[in-house]
């Protein structure tokens, strides 16, 4: 799992939060995710299956997919499919991903990359392996998150933004045994990249073994931790945790994950998603690749998609995979 890597000894430090003014977020929650497939058949773990909507509000879906080792001929992706009404987030941490979309946006995404999508209005997009990593196979794993609008932003117009690896915000914990990538948000003043309608933060953190990471957190925004690889604790109690888990926290101004100290060798660190954002407090219908206020506007995306008002799909297109 490289995504991105560096040296936490040369890095801004995140400085641990004084307890006795900053209440720690204790631990609502622990689930584990099922596995599915999605797309063309690439298997996933949905992250919030089993975990009520309140308590993921802005956030409505989250899959880890992979980690898979390919063969040959084996990589897959989605075909062109649309969106209306939230944000898709690409985090590619192995491997490569292509996206293009119907209204001009694209790019290729690879260790580390974030593609954030805002389907708004309706668009048109397609996501897969590159020709030649489909002839090769390889190595495949990454996050896809889904991010609600508000009623206000639901029609604004589609946008694109590709987030290099070296665009992440990159710092250390307080004694250097965590590595922190800030994606987007605000982590003790420092800031990520990547402009989101809805507020809210989201990092990649490396917790080497035995280290402990506390972080400050908005107190207005919920605040969720997956785990994608290795083991640990999270919150002042030490709840256990494993990889494929989603941990809901309560109120509080930080929130803490410790890495375990006997770990496998394939996975000697605790590789995890902290990710939290402002709730959105509206009502939600969603539908399949839509994601609305009303089961009205349901029908109305549907409508739309099939009179082609989602825009129109490239002359020079991608292929699907297959």
Same mark, same amino acid.
């Not at 099922?34 to 058949?41: F, K, L």
């Not at 290729?108 to 593609?115: E, H």
């Not at 307080?174 to 989201?202: C, K």
């Not at 902290?274 to 995306?301: D, Q």
């Given at each position: 799992?490289?995504?991105?890597?560096?040296?936490?000894?040369?890095?801004?430090?995140?400085?641990?939060?004084?307890?006795?003014?900053?209440?720690? %977020?204790?631990?609502?929650?622990?689930?584990?995710?099922?596995?599915?497939?999605?797309?063309?058949? *690439?298997?996933?773990?949905?992250?919030?299956?089993?975990?009520?909507?309140?308590?993921?509000?802005?956030?409505?879906?989250?899959?880890?997919?992979?980690?898979?080792?390919?063969?040959?001929?084996?990589?897959?992706?989605?075909?062109?499919?649309?969106?209306?009404?939230?944000?898709?987030?690409?985090?590619?941490?192995?491997?490569?991903?292509?996206?293009?979309?119907?209204?001009?946006?694209?790019?290729?995404?690879?260790?580390?990359?974030?593609?954030?999508?805002?389907?708004?209005?309706?668009?048109?997009?397609?996501?897969?392996?590159?020709?030649?990593?489909?002839?090769?196979?390889?190595?495949?794993?990454?996050?896809?998150?889904?991010?609600?609008?508000?009623?206000?932003?639901?029609?604004?117009?589609?946008?694109?933004?590709?987030? %290099?690896?070296?665009?992440?915000?990159?710092?250390?914990?307080?004694?250097?045994?965590?590595?922190?990538?800030?994606?987007?948000?605000?982590?003790?003043?420092?800031?990520?990249?990547?402009?989101?309608?809805?507020?809210?933060?989201?990092?990649?953190?490396?917790?080497?073994?035995?280290?402990?990471?506390?972080?400050?957190?908005?107190?207005? *925004?919920?605040?969720?931790?997956?785990?994608?690889?290795?083991?640990?604790?999270?919150?002042?109690?030490?709840?256990?945790?494993?990889?494929?888990?989603?941990?809901?926290?309560?109120?509080?101004?930080?929130?803490?994950?410790?890495?375990?100290?006997?770990?496998?060798?394939?996975?000697?660190?605790?590789?995890?998603?902290?990710?939290?954002?402002?709730?959105?407090?509206?009502?939600?219908?969603?539908?399949?690749? *839509?994601?609305?206020?009303?089961?009205?506007?349901?029908?109305?995306?549907?409508?739309?998609?099939?009179?082609?008002? *989602?825009?129109?799909?490239?002359?020079?297109?991608?292929?699907?995979?297959?």
């Amino acid at each position: 799992m490289p995504a991105i890597t560096a040296d936490t000894l040369t890095l801004p430090r995140v400085a641990v939060p004084d307890s006795t003014t900053a209440t720690p %977020r204790t631990v609502r929650t622990v689930t584990t995710a099922p596995t599915g497939y999605e797309g063309e058949g *690439f298997p996933v773990r949905r992250a919030f299956a089993g975990v009520p909507s309140g308590q993921l509000d802005p956030f409505i879906h989250m899959d880890q997919m992979g980690e898979v080792e390919y063969a040959p001929g084996e990589p897959k992706g989605t075909d062109w499919h649309p969106h209306r009404g939230f944000e898709t987030v690409t985090y590619m941490i192995d491997g490569v991903f292509e996206h293009q979309d119907s209204h001009g946006g694209g790019g290729t995404i690879t260790n580390g990359d974030t593609q954030w999508m805002t389907a708004g209005s309706g668009i048109l997009h397609i996501e897969k392996p590159p020709e030649h990593l489909v002839v090769s196979g390889g190595l495949f794993h990454g996050i896809q998150l889904w991010v609600n609008l508000p009623r206000a932003n639901k029609f604004n117009p589609p946008r694109y933004q590709d987030i %290099r690896s070296t665009e992440a915000v990159l710092l250390s914990s307080d004694d250097g045994g965590a590595l922190v990538r800030v994606i987007a948000g605000d982590v003790a003043g420092h800031t990520g990249p990547g402009s989101t309608f809805t507020p809210v933060t989201l990092i990649h953190a490396t917790v080497s073994p035995g280290a402990r990471l506390t972080l400050p957190w908005n107190e207005e *925004f919920n605040a969720l931790a997956y785990v994608m690889a290795g083991t640990g604790t999270v919150g002042a109690e030490r709840r256990p945790i494993h990889k494929g888990q989603l941990v809901v926290f309560g109120p509080g101004q930080t929130v803490t994950v410790e890495a375990g100290t006997k770990t496998p060798a394939a996975e000697p660190n605790l590789e995890v998603l902290l990710l939290g954002g402002r709730p959105i407090r509206e009502p939600v219908a969603h539908y399949g690749p *839509f994601v609305m206020n009303t089961r009205a506007e349901l029908v109305t995306a549907v409508e739309d998609f099939q009179a082609g008002r *989602f825009g129109v799909i490239p002359a020079e297109r991608m292929p699907h995979t297959n």
